[in-house]
Each structure stands twice: as C-alpha cells, then as structure tokens.
C-alpha cells in the first residue's frame, strides 16, 4: 500500500517536472499545436533519460516483493521452481547486454533472484 502511494507520487511528481521542462525550454511556444512534434521530441528525450531511474526503481521495487514472499511461505524450493518455469515460459534473456539491462530491465534477472533467494536462505 504504501508502495503504491510513493509511486503514485512520484509519477506525479515527474509529470510535473516534464511539464517545468517543457516550458522552460519552449515556453509559450509549447502551447501551440505547431509545435507538437517539437514537444512530443522533447518528451521523448526526456523519457530517455530517466528509464535507468525508472527500470532500477521498478527492480528494487521487485527485489522488495522477492524477500516478501521468502519470508511469507519459508519455502526456498518453490521460489527457485516458480522463477525457473517463468523464465522458461517467458523466454527470459538470462544475461542480457548491460545496456539493455540499465535502460529495459523492469524486473532482476533469473539469475540473480536465485542467487538473492540462496543468500537469503543462508543468513
């Protein structure tokens, strides 16, 4: 519950900062319909530059729910079946390129959710 109401605020909070950013960098001109694709670039640069917050955000978020559920069911086992099948189903690059990982990765790769679930488990 609180999770979602620090990202909720936070979504609002950058939606806010886009919109400073915009008419800072095209003031009255972002209001005009000529200037659409000048704004939908912008925001498309902006986006850019903010998707290693947002995918590094989204996986703690996810490292987060892992522990959650470790200490929810104690079952080690089921964890490491339950994220191998998904990875299996999923087709999930289990080493993916580090840029793409940085920019793209929503969530921890296989590899290293089993390596948190042993960790947990050994201390």
């Keep these: 519950e609180r999770h979602v109401v620090k990202l909720t605020l936070a979504l609002m909070a950058a939606v806010a900062l886009w919109v400073v950013l915009l008419w800072a960098i095209l003031g ?3 209001a005009s ?4 694709p000048l704004v939908l670039l912008i925001g498309i640069a902006l986006r850019a530059a903010v998707l290693p917050l947002v995918a590094w955000a ?3 978020a996810e490292r987060t729910a892992d522990r959650f559920s470790l200490e929810l069911t104690q079952d080690l086992p089921a964890y490491e079946r339950v994220h191998l099948v998904l990875a299996r189903k999923n087709l999930g690059d289990l080493e993916p390129p580090r ?3 940085v920019f793209l990765f929503s969530h921890p790769t296989t590899p290293e959710r089993l390596a948190y679930g ?3 488990a050994a201390a």
Excluded: E, V
């Design 99 to 101: 840029l793409a990982y």
């Design 58 to 60: 989204s996986r703690r």
């Design 28 to 30: 009255g001109r972002a």
């Design 118 to 120: 042993r960790a947990w």
């Design 33 to 36: 319909p000529r200037n659409l």
